[in-house]
């Protein structure tokens, strides 16, 4: 069985690989510069692998204005955050232990800080402002006698937001504070000049840039390189600051990457750019969306969007024709709101229910059509799920009777209608906020309950019909992970209080 796979817009979690970086690298592995280690100086080998890492330290450097001695070649931006952050705090902790890093940034910048936290240090946590940036002005506020380090990232990638990070380092460097800039979401989509920015240490990953995953890069200037400590032990490479033998097809697919980045810049930010606007233009009559992305700073190819009145697992489940994220990869897993989304004064509920869409450099302007159709078609189904009202009822039908239980709030909210002749259900309909699970198991409900007793106890009038259940022995028919029982208890809560008011309906007539 062959699955047609969905068109990929997710390019802020990770690129497909160009394929020009892709051959450089296939060459790379199998020539003379793949098998030497490029310490051998003694021979051919060894001196091929070198160059062919130096050339890429050029390409690397040139994309953002760097001297090609400042770039330390890691597995990736996760490891050039750890390594600026810890580093920097190995290095410098003699003089004080203070770090200020935004609330926003990516785990890679959060977890090392939390790290430093327990082991000591002391970090003011920036709140950024109502647009999603991170301002000079917090920056300035949080400095201290004893701040070491401040870590704000280039273009947020939950949001694309893009910070004004040369303001926030031109004031850092007035109180002779280091600076580093997680620039992996920017890179290759935004024109980046170090000495601009101003930045001390600066992130990068090229998976983000069409390149391999499983390389990266920190870049370390003069002015930091005294003070940062490397994570790893065990020989000189790269200036001694990441001990190890360089992944040199890795390092070349990076380079390769770079170069193509740099040569493509403005017309990968004009394309990526239209189709954005594409989107946002298509989507822009469907009532309850809100745009989290800012008017003007921001990435050119990302679209945060948020969806009122549908549920976020529900939303994305309904698009498979499209991979896009909830928010950010990252976090989809851990089902909590997002905190960046929050930040920008999103309820919870609406910040679980965003689409991130990121287009990348080849996609196509009917891949940004079929997105924003999907997109209409699945909204436009949720809501229906959940229209307000009870369902049509026909001249000479008797009314519905209504059960409600749970809270959008809290990702479920259920209304259960049926309708009853004597002791007997003669139609039952949910309307639904919820889950795909919830979904699947109030619509078997439904054609479960319709036909029979409203004494559950009863047997049902329909031969072959399935039994009712319970909430246990629903989540083992549809497969419902035990987390979300409590949702599956919302269903029986809104079905018994269906069964209740028919009861007491009943009674009253
Ligand atoms: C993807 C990403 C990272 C992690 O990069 P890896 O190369 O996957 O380790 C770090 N920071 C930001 C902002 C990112 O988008």
């Given at each position: 069985?062959?699955?047609?796979?969905?068109?990929?817009?997710?390019?802020?979690?990770?690129?497909?690989?160009?394929?020009?970086?892709?051959?450089?690298?296939?060459?790379?592995?199998?020539?003379?510069?793949?098998?030497?280690?490029?310490?051998?100086?003694?021979?051919?080998?060894?001196?091929?692998?070198?160059?062919r890492i130096e050339r890429a330290r050029?390409?690397?450097?040139?994309?953002?204005?760097?001297?090609?001695?400042?770039?330390?070649?890691?597995?990736?931006?996760t490891e050039s955050d750890n390594l600026a952050l810890i580093g920097i705090a190995r290095g410098r902790a003699?003089?004080?232990?203070?770090?200020?890093?935004?609330?926003?940034?990516?785990?890679?910048?959060?977890?090392?800080?939390?790290?430093?936290?327990?082991?000591?240090?002391?970090?003011s946590w920036l709140e950024p402002a109502a647009d999603g940036r991170i301002t000079p002005e917090a920056v300035a506020a949080a400095l201290r006698p004893d701040t070491q380090l401040v870590s704000v990232?280039?273009?947020?990638?939950?949001?694309?937001?893009?910070?004004?990070?040369?303001?926030?380092?031109?004031?850092?460097?007035?109180?002779?504070?280091?600076?580093?800039?997680?620039a992996a979401q920017s890179a290759g989509k935004l024109p980046i000049d170090l000495v601009a920015l101003g930045v001390d240490l600066l992130s990068l990953s090229a998976h983000k840039m069409y390149g391999p995953k499983?390389?990266?890069?920190?870049?370390?200037?003069?002015?930091?390189?005294?003070?940062?400590?490397p994570?790893?032990?065990?020989?000189?490479?790269?200036?001694?600051?990441?001990?190890?033998?360089?992944?040199?097809?890795?390092?070349?697919?990076?380079?390769?990457?770079?170069a193509l980045a740099a040569e493509r810049l403005a017309a990968d930010a004009a394309h990526t750019g239209?189709?954005?606007?594409?989107?946002?233009?298509?989507?822009?009559?469907?009532?309850?969306?809100?745009?989290?992305?800012?008017?003007?700073?921001?990435?050119?190819?990302?679209?945060?969007?948020?969806?009122?009145?549908?549920?976020?697992?529900?939303?994305?489940?309904?698009?498979?024709?499209?991979?896009?994220?909830s928010g950010a990869a990252c976090d989809s897993a851990s089902g909590e709101p997002s905190y960046v989304l929050r930040a920008l004064g999103l309820p919870p509920e609406l910040a679980q229910s965003t689409l991130r869409i990121a287009f990348g450099r080849f996609n196509t302007v009917a891949e940004a059509d079929l997105a924003a159709a999907a997109i209409r078609r699945a909204v436009t189904m949720l809501r229906a799920e959940d229209a307000p009202g009870p369902p049509p009822t026909a001249p000479g039908e008797p009314a519905w009777v209504v059960g409600e239980a749970g809270r959008t709030r809290e990702g479920t909210r259920v209304r259960c209608y049926l309708r009853v002749a004597g002791p007997v259900i003669t139609a039952a309909e949910f309307r639904v906020f919820g889950c795909p699970h919830t979904r699947a198991v109030t619509k078997a409900l439904a054609a479960a309950l319709s036909g029979r007793p409203l004494d559950p106890s009863m047997?049902?009038?329909?031969?072959?019909?399935?039994?009712?259940?319970?909430?246990?022995?629903?989540?083992?028919?549809?497969?419902?992970?035990?987390?979300?029982?409590?949702?599956?208890?919302?269903?029986?809560?809104?079905?018994?209080r269906a069964r209740e008011a028919a009861l007491a309906a009943a009674r009253n007539c």
């Open positions: 069985m062959s699955v047609a796979l969905p068109v990929f817009l997710d390019h802020a979690s990770t690129t497909p690989i160009d394929p020009r970086a892709a051959a450089a690298m296939a060459e790379c592995l199998v020539g003379p510069e793949g098998l030497g280690n490029p310490s051998s100086a003694t021979h051919a080998y060894g001196r091929a692998a070198a160059a050029a390409e690397v450097a040139a994309l953002v204005g760097a001297s090609p001695v400042d770039i330390v070649f890691t597995s990736g931006a003699s003089f004080g232990r203070h770090l200020v890093v935004p609330r926003t940034e990516h785990k890679a910048v959060l977890d090392p800080a939390r790290h430093l936290e327990k082991a000591g240090w002391t970090v990232m280039h273009a947020n990638n939950e949001t694309g937001v893009v910070n004004d990070i040369a303001a926030i380092a031109a004031v850092c460097h007035a109180r002779d504070v280091l600076v580093h800039t997680d499983g390389v990266g890069a920190l870049v370390v200037t003069p002015r930091a390189r005294p003070w940062v400590e994570l790893l032990w065990g020989g000189p490479q790269e200036r001694g600051l990441r001990a190890g033998t360089p992944a040199t097809h890795q390092i070349a697919g990076f380079g390769v990457a770079a239209s189709l954005a606007a594409r989107l946002r233009a298509a989507l822009a009559d469907l009532p309850g969306l809100r745009f989290n992305d800012h008017p003007s700073a921001r990435l050119p190819g990302l679209v945060s969007v948020s969806v009122e009145g549908v549920e976020g697992e529900s939303l994305i489940d309904a698009l498979p024709e499209i991979a896009v994220s047997p049902a009038a329909s031969a072959g019909d399935p039994s009712l259940g319970a909430p246990g022995d629903w989540s083992a028919r549809h497969g419902v992970p035990p987390e979300k029982l409590g949702r599956l208890l919302v269903v029986e809560d809104a079905w018994q």
